[in-house]
């Protein structure tokens, strides 16, 4: 398997801008995990899946942000309209529904100016 | 809510041992996991730790003790590509999500 597969790697976008960031887990994990990094923060839990439903959105910071996920191969992450402190490393992760290992997805950095 | 706690960074010399220590405090409790995210990578998955005691993975040992909330990851016969920041997290909550600590920075010189 490829492993957890994120688009693009980089984004630079302007602020008011709106961001899409794309997912697809390894196929057969039924759990999906969105994850924001940055130093101040650390990584934090924006959003969590399980079969395709969501599960726990606290960790989402605001309703600029929204993460969909269609079917079992494929999910996003929405900022709309992005804002500079937006900037982080997103980071996708999957694993399977009775695993305790989570894989990650190589992260997409995002810059807003 | 849960919170972990690790030291920021900790500084080593090759072929020594170090421990990183993570306390811990979540509701629903189902395990501790560490992982390893190196520079500009993404984080991997080193262990994981259900039950109390210590699990061995190689150079790389893990402890747990549920009682304290607490756990540790021990690495020996330190090498230079082990420089790299060391994350404990736990499943936990009633959602059984995986939140991470603040981390640890491990620097280890020749």
């Known amino acids: 398997d490829a492993g957890v597969i994120q688009s693009p790697r980089h984004e630079v976008t302007e602020m008011g801008q709106e961001v899409t960031l794309r997912c697809k887990p390894i196929?057969?994990?039924?759990?999906l995990f969105w994850y924001r990094q940055t130093m101040m923060r650390g990584l934090e839990l924006l959003i969590y899946f399980n079969n395709n439903v969501p599960i726990d959105d606290s960790g989402m910071p605001e309703d600029r942000f929204s993460a969909k996920m269609p079917n079992a191969s494929f999910s996003t992450l929405k900022i709309q309209p992005s804002e500079p402190r937006d900037s982080a490393v997103y980071f996708c992760?999957?694993?399977?529904?009775?695993?305790?290992?989570?894989?990650f997805g190589q992260g997409t950095r995002l810059t807003v100016v | 809510g849960q919170s972990l706690e690790q030291p920021s960074e900790v500084t080593a010399v090759e072929g020594a041992i170090v421990q990183i220590n993570c306390t811990y405090q979540?509701?629903?409790?189902?395990?501790l996991s560490w992982y390893q995210q190196h520079d500009g990578g993404a984080p991997t998955f080193l262990s994981y730790?259900?039950?109390?005691g210590l699990e061995e993975t190689g150079r790389f040992s893990s402890f747990l003790s549920r009682s304290d909330s607490y756990g540790y990851l021990l690495l020996q016969e330190l090498q230079m590509k082990d420089s790299a920041s060391y994350f404990c997290a736990v499943y936990g909550g009633a959602t059984n999500k995986l939140i991470f600590g603040t981390g640890t920075l491990l620097a280890v010189q020749p």
């Open positions: 992760a999957s694993r399977t529904g009775g695993g305790t290992e989570a894989f």
């Open positions: 979540t509701s629903g409790f189902y395990g």
């Open positions: 196929s057969g994990h039924n759990s």
């Open positions: 730790n259900a039950l109390d």
